[in-house]
Nanobody, 122 residues
Framework: LRFSCRRGGGLVQAGGSLRLSCAAS????????MGWFRQAPGKEREGVSC????????YYADSVKGRFTLFSDHAKNTVYLQMNALRPEDTAVYYC???????????????WGKGTLVTVSS
């Protein structure tokens, strides 16, 4: 399995927007979960947003609801995270992740992509 992420991270002023993209190849199953986690300095890694194709359910962390939107293209194994109204507390390294072996994103993850840093200034 291979990840290909278009780095949408970077330095953004509070209230601004960023878009993260992630594509995967080599997935052997139609039903899997895919999305993003993040880890802020000194904090534990947390789930941000995921889609599970078993039932097309979408997960959003409470802290990002109404601000972040997850778009998906199942046929291309691709997801996009549109992040709006960014806050300094959104500053973190963001990781694309896939739950494919008996797991459901964000509760079970099997593969991790390369992280990208998002920094939101006040």
């Amino acid at each position: 399995l291979r990840f290909s992420c278009r780095r949408g991270g970077g330095l953004v002023q509070a209230g601004g927007s960023l878009r993260l993209s992630c594509a995967a190849s080599g997935i052997a199953f139609d039903d899997y979960g895919m999305g993003w986690f993040r880890q802020a300095p000194g904090k534990e890694r947390e789930g941000v947003s995921c889609i599970n194709y078993s039932d097309n359910s979408t997960y959003y962390a409470d802290s990002v609801k109404g601000r972040f939107t997850l778009f998906s293209d199942h046929a291309k194994n691709t997801v996009y995270l549109q992040m709006n109204a960014l806050r300094p507390e959104d500053t973190a390294v963001y990781y694309c992740a896939i739950a494919i072996v008996g797991g459901i994103c964000p509760y079970g993850v099997d593969y991790w992509g390369k992280g990208t840093l998002v920094t939101v200034s006040s």
